[in-house]
């Protein structure tokens, strides 16, 4: 074992495996999450939900299917958003790579009866064919990127270029994306507008 991952806390002896029709695969840039069936535009990829940890700096040690693999991961904040004093991150998506022009978005499931979120689904904003690369766009749900900027070389047309959170767009690109936003960005940003 590493020196981060003796230094992490366990977060259970389960084994973490993508959903059907998903991979997380490790290459030279690290993990990443790939299809494994043909998924058409605006069809769900994958439906998760979110695992809560406290924002207190700890990092988690958990067991993931990589590949044809069990590996340990440990789970910084860099793999998870922070949501209103707690953090919070989910399997596969915590392994899903930014691109400014992303191959599926995500939408919030609510419970019928509360209307509350209990789930999210990613949808395909493109056809993707098997070993094409599931990407999302981080500006859309984290606020600030939490001390985890970085240039971006994706190479779309739109690319961003720095990558510091929705916080970082200028206000028309802002405005264009309002009705995509994740809930705990729009309220940060509905904070500062006030």
Same mark, same amino acid.
């Given at each position: 074992?590493?020196? !981060?991952?003796?230094?992490?806390?366990?977060?259970?002896?389960?084994? /973490?495996?993508?959903? $059907?029709?998903?991979?997380?695969?490790? =290459?030279?840039? &690290?993990?990443?999450?790939?299809v494994?069936? $043909?998924?058409? !535009? @605006?069809?769900?990829?994958?439906r998760?939900?979110?695992?809560?940890?406290?924002?207190?700096?700890?990092? #988690?040690?958990?067991?993931?299917?990589? &590949?044809?693999?069990?590996? %340990?991961?440990?789970?910084t904040?860099?793999?998870?958003?922070?949501?209103?004093?707690?953090?919070?991150?989910?399997?596969?998506?915590? /392994?899903?790579?930014?691109?400014? *022009? $992303?191959?599926?978005?995500?939408? %919030?499931?609510?419970?019928?009866?509360? @209307?509350?979120?209990?789930? +999210?689904?990613?949808?395909?904003?493109?056809?993707? +064919? $098997?070993?094409?690369?599931?990407?999302? *766009? +981080?500006?859309?749900? %984290?606020?600030d990127? *939490?001390?985890?900027?970085?240039?971006?070389?994706?190479?779309?047309?739109?690319? #961003? =270029? /720095?990558? =510091? &959170?929705?916080?970082?767009? *200028?206000? !028309?690109?802002?405005q264009? /994306?309002?009705?995509?936003?994740?809930y705990?960005?729009?309220?940060?940003?509905?904070?500062?507008?006030?």
């Amino acid at each position: 074992m590493s020196d !981060a991952q003796d230094r992490a806390h366990p977060l259970g002896e389960e084994i /973490f495996t993508p959903p $059907p029709g998903v991979r997380v695969q490790r =290459g030279s840039g &690290g993990l990443s999450l790939h299809v494994t069936t $043909p998924v058409r !535009a @605006g069809e769900v990829i994958y439906r998760a939900h979110e695992i809560t940890i406290a924002d207190d700096g700890r990092t #988690y040690l958990i067991h993931v299917q990589v &590949g044809d693999e069990v590996e %340990d991961i440990v789970i910084t904040s860099m793999h998870t958003v922070r949501y209103m004093g707690v953090r919070t991150f989910d399997i596969p998506g915590c /392994f899903m790579n930014h691109s400014c *022009d $992303p191959t599926s978005v995500s939408r %919030d499931v609510l419970d019928p009866s509360t @209307g509350k979120v209990i789930a +999210y689904e990613q949808i395909a904003t493109r056809n993707l +064919y $098997p070993g094409d690369e599931i990407t999302c *766009d +981080y500006t859309l749900f %984290d606020w600030d990127c *939490d001390g985890h900027q970085f240039h971006c070389h994706c190479g779309s047309d739109g690319c #961003y =270029g /720095f990558i =510091g &959170g929705f916080r970082s767009l *200028d206000p !028309a690109t802002q405005q264009r /994306f309002q009705g995509e936003i994740y809930y705990e960005t729009e309220r940060m940003w509905h904070h500062t507008r006030t």
